[in-house]
């Protein structure tokens, strides 16, 4: 069996290629099934149970949040109640049947004739129709029920279809909505469609033989992502690292020896395009994979977004979590001093982070910055639960 079909078999039976810690995965390297340990032994059992009571206090806190309807926070944004939904069906919560089938409900009220699943709205980005689809469309995977496959094919489709090709910088890459008419594409965008893409790509062998398969281009892919990667000559302080676009870094820019000017890497945008090319099936001991698994290392922290202080924090523990549980390395290795277990040093961070209403008891994530929507206390709180979840092995 080959690379792909292991993808396709894994994605077929559930699971999240590769970030579901406990189960069987893909080993980028080999290409050949392994099984990762438990997650135990990793993360103490006392850190373990405090964050799997901070999860079930954000997950009662969502439950309470949750609209009569299914959604959450502004139903124009299916994405806001897929990232939620998300995140309980990686849980045990006793309430988990109850509110994904709402959540369900309403995300299928918003299945378009196209196959997207999205919200029409005019504007710059449209109705961020790729960016919900995407997550919709995962979310709707993960319930593992055969109810939704035909929609998942079709959100697939859609999805593909949105991938920009031309010969300019975005060339395979994914923007916000293809009905736009604009050549664009961004990292953001593109990290959460290849996602999307490799996680429900189980479901086409469940299409029907008169219809072709449907995939992204994955070699466009990896073009786009080496425009986005800086390479050694942005300076040692950026090489390896990723920006948001070719053209863009919502980090800034710098003047490298030669006096040109390079879009600065930061962070989240790194982790994101680290995840980006794994899905690719770019190898992990491939130059390109291991020059942004070292930005991430001699940039190590957990107290800001690096590059970008508190700006886009929560996303960042996000895709940090799913990147480096995806990657397969359990300790980041930091100049001066030992060896780091991401997985427990993330937990006790978001633990600590976690506020609690009195009243209730229950707990919630907000980020002080409201830049890239985190002040939105939902889309915060479903950032953490899922990067929690991740680093626990849910």
């Not at 291991?290 to 001699?298: G, L, N, R």
């Amino acid at each position: 069996m080959n690379k792909l079909s292991l993808v396709k078999t894994l994605s077929s039976v559930g699971l999240l290629a590769g970030i579901l810690n406990a189960a069987p995965v893909l080993e980028p390297t080999s290409g050949t099934l392994v099984t990762k340990t438990s997650v135990a032994g990793k993360v103490d059992l006392s850190t373990v149970k405090e964050a799997e009571a901070a999860i079930n206090r954000s997950l009662d806190w969502l439950a309470s949040q949750q609209k009569e309807d299914g959604s959450w926070s502004e139903g124009s944004f299916p994405a806001l109640t897929a990232l939620p939904m998300w995140a309980f069906i990686l849980s045990d919560h006793p309430k988990k049947a109850e509110v994904t089938a709402k959540a369900a409900k309403f995300i299928m009220g918003c299945v378009q004739p196209d196959g997207g699943i999205y919200r029409k709205a005019a504007g710059k980005g449209g109705g961020l129709s790729n960016y919900n689809t995407s997550l919709c469309m995962v979310a709707l995977h993960l319930m593992n029920d055969p109810r939704y496959t035909p929609v998942v094919l079709k959100a697939r489709k859609f999805v593909a279809a949105g991938q920009h090709f031309g010969s300019d910088m975005y060339d395979g890459g994914m923007g916000y909505d293809k009905d736009t008419g604009r050549a664009y594409a961004d990292l953001s965008d593109s990290v959460v469609a290849y996602e999307a893409m490799r996680l429900t790509q189980g479901v086409e062998d469940l299409r029907a033989k008169s219809e072709a398969h449907v995939d992204l281009d994955w070699e466009a892919a990896k073009r786009f992502l080496d425009r986005v990667q800086n390479k050694e000559a942005s300076g040692p302080d950026n090489a390896g690292g990723f920006g948001y676009r070719p053209d863009e870094s919502k980090a800034g820019t710098a003047t490298n020896k030669q006096g040109v000017v390079v879009f600065r890497s930061y962070g989240s945008m790194t982790y994101a395009g680290l995840l980006s090319l794994i899905y690719a099936d770019v190898k992990k001991d491939d130059p390109r994979v291991q020059s942004a698994f070292d930005w991430a290392t001699k940039h190590w922290t957990l107290e800001e977004n690096p590059g970008m202080g508190g700006d886009g924090l929560f996303y960042f523990y996000n895709v940090l979590s799913k990147s480096l549980a995806t990657f397969g390395r359990e300790s980041i290795p930091v100049k001066g001093r030992d060896a780091i277990s991401w997985r427990k040093a993330l937990v006790e961070k978001l633990v600590m982070l976690q506020k609690v209403d009195s009243k209730t008891g229950h707990g919630y994530w907000v980020n002080k910055s409201n830049r890239f929507w985190e002040a939105n206390d939902i889309l915060v709180t479903s950032y953490t639960l899922i990067a929690l979840e991740v680093a626990l092995g849910k």
